[in-house]
């Protein structure tokens, strides 16, 4: 069973705080997957690989780079801990044989987020941030959201990470305002103000 195999590696190679912050992102993402008409299987693989790589040091992810020939860009050379996502999709189709797109491109992009982020992009970019071991300023609000609309739920999830990275001095990554731009554009395109959506 490859999710047996995957919880067993992940039980012994993440940290305590890591593994259970995992074993919360699967259950959410199986919630959300459910909901919004995704494999609930894969989404619960996914989260279960989703931070595989992100106990590792700055120097650690670059060696993998090399290894799996990802070209970190400007931004992520800045701050190395952004590719654990994409080392982590590396690894896991290596060790595992996966190479379901639906299972590694949420892992791939789950830090960042994507222009045109699908919809398991999205289950586990939400469910990484609202699993129940979080505990941010709005984040009830956002779980409730996550369960009524999921693109407007990424957007607010996309712009808390945004504030939080401006309120720190640090880089935007590019990705995560392509990400931020589709949406609101698609949410804007339905017909409805972001104000009474949120409403």
């Known amino acids: ?3 047996k195999e995957i919880e067993n590696y992940i039980s012994s190679s993440l ?6 912050h995992t074993l919360g992102v699967a259950q959410t993402a199986v919630k959300l997957a459910g909901l919004y008409g995704v494999d609930s299987a894969k989404a619960e693989i996914a989260a279960l690989l989703h931070d595989i790589a992100r106990d590792f040091d700055d120097s650690l992810l670059l060696e993998n780079c090399r290894r799996y020939n990802i070209e970190p860009d400007e931004t992520e050379r800045a701050v190395p801990a952004l590719l654990h996502g994409r080392v982590g999709a590396e690894i896991a189709a290596e060790r595992f044989n996966i190479t379901d797109g639906e299972i590694l491109d949420p892992v791939r992009y789950h830090t960042t ?3 045109n982020m699908t919809i398991p992009d999205e289950i586990l970019f939400l469910a990484d941030m609202i699993e129940p071991g979080r505990d941010f300023p709005g984040i009830a609000e956002l779980r409730e959201l996550a369960f009524k609309n999921l693109d407007l739920a990424v957007l607010g999830g996309l712009d808390s990470t945004i504030n939080y990275v401006i309120e720190r001095g ?7 305002i392509e990400a931020r731009n589709v949406l609101v554009r698609k949410i804007k395109e339905s017909g409805v103000t972001l104000k009474e959506q949120r409403d």
């Open 1 to 3: 069973m490859l999710k």
């Open 15 to 20: 940290s305590d705080l890591r593994y259970r």
């Open 113 to 115: 987020g994507r222009k």
């Open 170 to 176: 640090l880089t935007i990554h590019p990705a995560s």
